[in-house]
Structures are given as C-alpha cells and as structure tokens.
C-alpha cells in the first residue's frame, strides 16, 4: 500500500501559535520523509525531511516528529508566522522502486496576524 | 527559485487536442520527475527519467507519454485530451535519483 494520509486538511493558528501536521503510513518500506511547502502559484518546495532511523529532526522553527512503531510523523511548526501561511504536503518514498514520492493530501494552512 | 524551468506557464485547449510541456532541470541534474496536481487527486508522481532513460513510472495514462533528450530537458506529450485532464503538471529533478526533488513553477493546463 502506497498511500499517506494527511490531517487535518486545513488548520488555522494565530500568530505565534504552534501549527502541527499529521501523517500516517502503511508501508513499512517507505525510507524517506520529506515535507514540502507550497504557496499559491508555484510549486512544491522542500521544507525539512528526516529518515526513519531517527525520531526527531529540527531546523529552525520547523520539526518532524517521526515515530516508527506507529508508521506516523509530523511537522510542528513553533511560533508560527503569517509568512508560513501556505499549503503543507508529506510525502514518501520508498528507496528500492525508483524516487518517487508519495503525497499526503495538502495541509492549507492559515496563520492569523 | 528552484532552478526548474517550465514552460509554458498557462495552456488552454480543446477536448481531443495534443499539448506539450517542457522542463529544463536544474543545472547538473540528471533525472527528471513529472507530477501532476489536481484538486480531486492531489499530487501524483507520473513518471521520471534518469539520464535519458525511463526508470520509474507512475499513474501516467496510455494517452500521455515523455522523453528526456540529451541536453537533459524533458517532455510530456499529452494527447488525446479530456476535460479531467485540467490539472498543473509539475516538472521536479535531482541529481541521480535518491537526493532531494527540486520543483518547477507548474504547468497550468486547462482542457475546455
């Protein structure tokens, strides 16, 4: 089974709030989690990715909690930012059928001033 | 800016026309991956090329098909169009194949 499932599909925060995204998988092959971020009119663009060897990556404001036993991970996003307002998509990839990443299904998020 | 280009940025056409998308990689990058978003499907990888071979397909339609030529720029042929073709087609590449996919601004293509 390919597919990720991503929650919610749209979240509203106010400034300086935490923005948190869920996502579930079922394929335990997946080796590769990245998380893209995408405003309106342009495309996807790489925001942090972790591998499933290690439970927590941190860049910035931006976190992936990944927990392998439960086949979730999320993106937490700390004091969260009107610029942050976007669309979030996870994905996945498995390592051994080429590169192909496997979406969720886009978080829209909306921070408030 | 990603270093993807695409082109051309907007297509409009008719049910049953053929179209074709362009993508030029980022500079020194060999494999080109092709995706297409659409509102009822979200994203979905189509098909990819390494080097000017084909490694990888995905969801791709008979009536769609690609190349990669060898100054590395790739094509997706659509034919044979339907109004659920309406959707952005997304050029992404990377070096080889297992690094990060850098994404071009789209393809906005609508069927009429």
């Known amino acids: 089974q390919q597919q990720v499932k991503q929650s919610p599909q749209s979240l509203i925060v106010q400034k300086g709030g935490i923005s948190i995204i869920n996502c579930a998988y079922e394929n335990t092959a997946f080796d590769y989690f990245p998380w893209y971020q995408q405003f309106p009119g342009k495309g996807p663009a790489l925001l942090i990715a972790i591998r499933p060897d290690v439970s927590e990556k941190k860049e910035g404001r931006f976190t992936i909690s990944f927990n392998k036993s439960a086949k979730q991970f999320s993106l937490h996003i700390m004091d969260s930012q009107p610029g942050d307002s976007a669309t979030y998509f996870c994905?996945?990839?498995?390592?051994?059928?080429?590169?192909?990443?496997?979406f969720g299904e886009g978080t829209q998020l909306t921070v408030n001033p | 800016d990603s270093g993807v280009t695409q082109t051309p940025k907007h297509l409009i056409t008719a049910t049953g026309q053929r179209v074709t998308l362009r993508c030029s990689p980022r500079s020194g990058d060999l494999s080109v991956y092709w995706y297409q978003q659409s509102l009822d499907q979200g994203l979905q990888f189509l098909i990819q090329?390494?080097?000017?071979?084909?490694?990888a397909k995905g969801n791709i339609l008979e009536r769609f098909s690609a190349q990669q030529f060898p100054d590395l720029h790739s094509e997706l042929n659509l034919s044979s169009l339907e109004l659920g073709d309406s959707a952005l087609y997304f050029c992404?590449?990377?070096?080889?194949?297992?690094?990060?996919?850098?994404f071009g601004p789209g393809t906005r293509l609508l069927v009429l």
């Open positions: 994905a996945a990839r498995v390592g051994t059928s080429g590169s192909r990443l496997t």
């Open positions: 992404a590449s990377s070096v080889r194949g297992r690094e990060t996919q850098y």
């Open positions: 090329y390494y080097n000017g071979e084909e490694r």
